[in-house]
């Protein structure tokens, strides 16, 4: 059977989508795909576009591969506008020739929407759609001051954002009378403009501009029609989209009133063979401007090509949750009760900035739409009551109540039906989940794996977790948290029953609530909680059995049984004095010397004996041991920062330094890493460290748990705008918290994304105090800080802790004869096995 | 020559570490002592090199009991050894040399056999 030819138009997030949806069926043999993309880069997630200015890369945004493309015998044009489409003769044409189809598929997308408004055409003004817009929009705001965003919706408050980010003061202009005017009420728009001019952003409602004109103290001026005006130097027009509908309408596909192409439930065209997804299909009168339904189009039209006559589009939901410069809003179906006898429930705390509101039906039995704005951590059950008609309490309003006036807890798992949407991004329910459960799924992990539920926008991963656990627990799966063999308990556990009971060794501990005589799983933990607790050097003779040797013997194991070491260089400052003692010292030893990637000096090659000698000589040159062996802070890394940089907004070496000093010695479930920036351009890579410090205008923004290494994650952004004072208060509560509640080896992220409530959570329990123990977290690590001492200093003070280090205790001047050596760029290094001497 | 065998000292009492492990250097090659002192036996040798590396680290491991099995884990790539057997807990076919050990009044003496030597120590 000869193949047929299935043309894409449009590698846009849904028209890639319902390729890995087409791939995945026996259709996709049947034929010969092509796809064309105007946009020059394979197809990304656009919905996290912002991210872009926060250090994401094309190929982090990235859906799929080229590679993919080529193993799913997919021939993929990019940067190829498609201008033309014959319905007679079943062709395309692009500008380098005319293609013949059978099924044509439009996956076009939309396009912003610039109001006509006399100047728009300005090389300032811009839109915020392609990872090519925000280049233009980097550009544009290099070296200069302020950004306007011409509307006030979900989009245009991300590109404040973004203007922010860039180091601009910002402003959101905005025609209607208040923010988010389609997703909220007054009330909810008020409180979320209140919220984000307290971050700095000015918002400017009933605003109408009347022409855009060359500034006099920027480039640009705004005049508005109330006769006022505003000074600018870049415009971000974010005035809505519209269905890119262009080639449908020049070969006379059925287009709505208001544009967009018109599709039936098998998203197919007035055309047989040319079908249209995405935002520029129009079901039932209706454009959907979120990837979610897009993704369902795509699945239903890859189950219609391959032969499925049941399938149909439905309609989605288009509830909507989301972060907008750090405030949570919410938006679930009828928000604005517009259904016939609808009736309200409204909760506004102005004092905590949260305000709900409920949308029930005449006879109060179901939620038929709900506002939520200052915090989200009421959605999941809101949506889940919406979605599912599921009938409400007889009051109603404890589901927005605050938990101390009487407000109901969050709806259960259980509670949920079989077919609730658990996952909107990729369609999984509740049964779905239990079917992955009972075909084997044992953890959250291969849950994820086996059902993407949770990859898409992550919004339900707090949901996914719940339901996956209580599913777990039903079929008698044991969620394990224990240890090891030797302790009935967690970390967690462990932390408290040491802190609570007053424990000081492991012999203690482990005769009065564990079982045999430890190993090395549960020693080392319990080792840096004793050394939280209590900081007691970790060579007292209790501590030195229970640790991984690299503690023990205060340096790292190399791969031949000889150490490294690395001195601590706070923030990676150091004067040419020390840094010629470090040289000194590498050649006395014959040290290999390497640069680290936390900015440091790494001296490899030392045996065990020599260790303590090398080390009273850095010491004595006035260095201090850097932790690199332990579960502990390792390094603030630093930019230059305003000493020297040009763009330099605060001193980063100075932060790094103060941090690094204060930190440093800190015992941690893992290891710490942390970076200061000057400027937003952050050249320290804070972002990916547990803790990231970017210097801003008016002090300082935090990131917390991000890290590097096998998965890469960026932090999350934690405060804004902080004092000196303010982000050392607010990092010392992060860490002590992390320290106390995290399990063994998890580092920062796993720790947080494994809390209940995540970072919003983490956010209320550290900044808002809500459960009150703030001030015993900083009492905690003040009594650290005031207890550090260098370890390696007392270690060769000391004569019974240097007898540690001979490497045979009955032969002090043997040398192990398997350290072999060679010699390669100028310094030895061990010999690999099998090569000669 | 016939080997023969003879009871080293190797390190007295005050050289052991409690819980932990430390290096010496035999007739045999190099060793590693444990002392355990809540167990009875509360003295092992085996031998200070691991087998999976060749590297000699075996006494720095961090000591323990998995299973009621005395054990030692290597510091290198963590595989369990037992202290009694020298069995790899990881890895049936792998094991360690285990030495005989006994304290002597204040001395610590491992059996180790022992090739060219004229006389065995007193
Ligand atoms: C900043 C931002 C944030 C967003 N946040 C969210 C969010 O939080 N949640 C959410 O659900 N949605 C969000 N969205 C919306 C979401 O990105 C879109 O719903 C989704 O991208 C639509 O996918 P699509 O494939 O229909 O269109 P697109 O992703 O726009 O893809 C269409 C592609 O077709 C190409 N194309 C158009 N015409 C032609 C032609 N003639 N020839 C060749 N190629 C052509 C375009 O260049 C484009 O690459 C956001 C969008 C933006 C811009
Ligand atoms: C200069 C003119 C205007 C600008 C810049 C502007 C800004 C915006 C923006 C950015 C959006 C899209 C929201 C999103 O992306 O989610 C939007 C939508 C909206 N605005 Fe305004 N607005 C303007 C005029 C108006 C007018 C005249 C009204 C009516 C009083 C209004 C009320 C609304 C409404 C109801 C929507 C939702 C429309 C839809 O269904 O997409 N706005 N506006
Ligand atoms: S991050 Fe630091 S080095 Fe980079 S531009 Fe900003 S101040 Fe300069
Ligand atoms: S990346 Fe791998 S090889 Fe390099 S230092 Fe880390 S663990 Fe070793
Ligand atoms: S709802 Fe977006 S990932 Fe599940």
């Known amino acids: ?837 | 020559m016939r080997a023969r065998i003879s009871w080293d000292v190797v390190c007295t009492v005050d050289d052991l570490v409690p819980e932990s492990g430390v290096a010496v250097w035999t007739e045999d090659g190099p060793v590693a002592v444990f002392y355990l002192p809540h167990r009875l036996p509360a003295l092992f040798a085996v031998s200070h090199t691991d087998p999976f590396t060749g590297k000699n680290v075996l006494a720095r491991g961090i000591t323990g009991d998995l299973k009621g099995q005395p054990v030692v884990a290597s510091p290198l790539y963590k595989q369990h050894f037992n202290l009694q057997t020298g069995q790899c807990l990881e890895d049936e076919e792998v094991t360690v040399k285990t030495y005989p050990v006994l304290l002597d009044g204040n001395n610590v003496r491992v059996e180790v056999p022992t090739v060219n030597k004229e006389s065995a120590a007193a």
């Open chain 1, 1 to 837: 059977m000869s193949k047929k030819t299935l043309i894409v138009i449009g590698n846009g997030m849904v028209g890639h989508h319902f390729l890995e949806q087409l791939a995945a069926t026996p259709a996709a043999a049947d034929f010969e795909i092509k796809v064309f993309g105007e946009e020059k880069l394979l197809a990304y997630d656009r919905v996290h576009l912002s991210e872009y200015f926060s250090g994401s890369t094309h190929a982090d945004l990235a859906m799929g591969t080229a590679d993919w493309y080529a193993e799913n015998h997919i021939d993929l044009c990019l940067g190829e506008q498609v201008t033309g489409i014959d319905r007679d003769k079943q062709t395309i044409t692009t500008p380098m020739g005319d293609y013949g189809y059978d099924e044509l598929v439009l996956a076009t997308g939309s396009y912003p929407f610039v109001p006509p408004i006399k100047g728009n055409e300005h090389p300032n003004c811009l839109v915020y759609r392609t990872l090519e817009d925000l280049d233009s929009i980097r550009a544009s705001a290099d070296g200069v001051k302020t950004g306007v965003v011409v509307g006030g919706g979900l989009l245009g408050l991300e590109a404040a954002n973004a203007l922010k980010s860039l180091g601009l003061e910002a402003h959101v202009v905005e025609f209607a009378p208040r923010l988010m005017p389609v997703q909220l009420d007054t009330d909810g728009g008020a409180l979320l403009k209140h919220k984000i001019e307290e971050l700095g952003v000015q918002v400017h409602t009933e605003k109408a501009t009347t022409e855009i004109v060359e500034g006099e103290d920027a480039r640009l001026r705004m005049n508005f029609s109330d006769d006022s005006h505003l000074e600018t130097d870049l415009i971000v027009f974010s005035a809505g989209i519209r269905p890119q509908d262009a080639l449908a309408r020049s070969c006379d596909l059925a287009i709505g009133e208001r544009g967009g192409i018109v599709i039936n439930d098998q998203c197919t065209t007035s055309d047989p063979h040319i079908h249209a997804i995405g935002e520029c299909a129009l079901w039932s009168e209706k454009i959907f401007g979120l990837v979610a339904p897009g993704y369902t189009m795509a699945r239903t039209l890859a189950s219609v090509l391959n032969g499925d006559q049941e399938a149909a589009f439905t309609g989605a939901d288009m509830s909507t949750k989301l972060k907008l410069l750090g405030v949570d809003v919410g938006s679930i179906g009828d928000a604005h009760a517009t259904t016939p006898g609808a009736r309200n429930i409204r909760f506004n705390d102005e004092q905590a900035g949260h305000y709900r509101r409920m949308v029930i039906s005449e006879d109060g039995k179901t939620l038929l739409g709900a506002i939520l704005v200052g915090d989200n951590s009421h959605y999941d059950t809101l949506l889940q009551y919406a979605l599912n008609g599921i009938e409400l309490p007889e009051q109603p309003e404890t589901l927005i109540l605050p938990e101390s006036q009487g407000g109901a807890p969050a709806l259960g798992p259980d509670a949920l039906p079989e077919t609730a949407s658990i996952c909107s991004c990729h369609n999984v329910s509740k049964g779905d989940i239990c079917g992955v459960i009972d075909a084997g799924c044992s953890d959250l992990g291969s849950v994820k794996a086996e059902t993407k539920a949770s990859t898409g926008c992550g919004g339900c991963a707090a949901l996914l977790k719940n339901v996956v656990d209580s599913e777990l627990e039903k079929r008698g799966v044991e969620v394990s948290k224990d240890i090891c063999e030797h302790f009935p308990y967690s970390r967690q556990d462990l932390f408290n029953i040491v802190k609570v009971n007053g424990i000081r060794t492991f012999r203690t501990l482990i005769r009065e609530h564990g079982k045999g005589h430890g190993c090395d799983i549960c020693k080392p933990a319990v080792a840096s909680i004793l050394a939280t607790c209590w900081n007691e050097h970790i060579l007292a003779t209790d501590h030195v059995p229970l640790q991984d040797t690299n503690d023990t013997f205060m340096a790292n194991m190399q791969k031949n049984g000889t150490y490294s070491i690395v001195p601590r260089i706070p923030g990676g400052e150091i004067t040419p004095d020390k840094l010629i003692v470090l040289g000194e010292v590498a050649k006395e030893y014959n040290l290999y010397t390497k640069i680290t990637g936390g900015q440091r000096v790494d001296l490899f090659g030392a045996t065990l004996s020599e260790l303590p000698d090398i080390w009273e000589k850095l010491i004595a040159a006035g260095f201090e041991t850097g932790h690199a062996y332990g579960k502990s802070l390792r390094t603030v890394k630093s930019c230059v920062g305003n000493t020297w940089c040009r763009y330099g907004v605060q001193d980063s070496v100075g932060m790094a330094i103060t941090l690094e000093n204060r930190y440093k010695g800190l015992r941690a479930p893992h290891k710490v890493k942390m970076a200061v920036s000057g400027c937003t351009r952050e050249c320290a890579e804070a972002q990916s460290k547990d803790f990231g410090v970017i210097a801003t205008e008016n002090g300082w923004n935090l990131y917390v748990c991000g890290n590097g290494g096998m998965r890469p994650r960026h932090g999350d952004l934690f405060a804004t705008d902080l004092s000196d004072e303010e982000l050392i208060r607010t990092i010392d509560r992060v860490v002590m918290f992390y320290v106390r509640t995290a399990d063994r080896l998890q580092r920062t992220s796993v720790w947080m994304e494994n809390l209940e409530g995540g970072l919003d959570y983490l956010k209320q329990v550290v900044l808002e105090d809500s459960l009150g123990i703030c001030d015993e977290l900083e009492q905690h690590m003040a009594d650290l800080v005031g207890t550090y001492q260098c370890e390696w200093k007392t270690a060769v003070e000391d004569p019974e802790k240097r007898k540690r280090f001979r490497e045979f205790v009955n032969a002090p001047s043997k040398k192990d004869p398997v350290q072999q050596w060679t010699t390669e760029r100028d310094q030895r290094r061990p010999l690999v096995e099998g090569e000669p001497a």
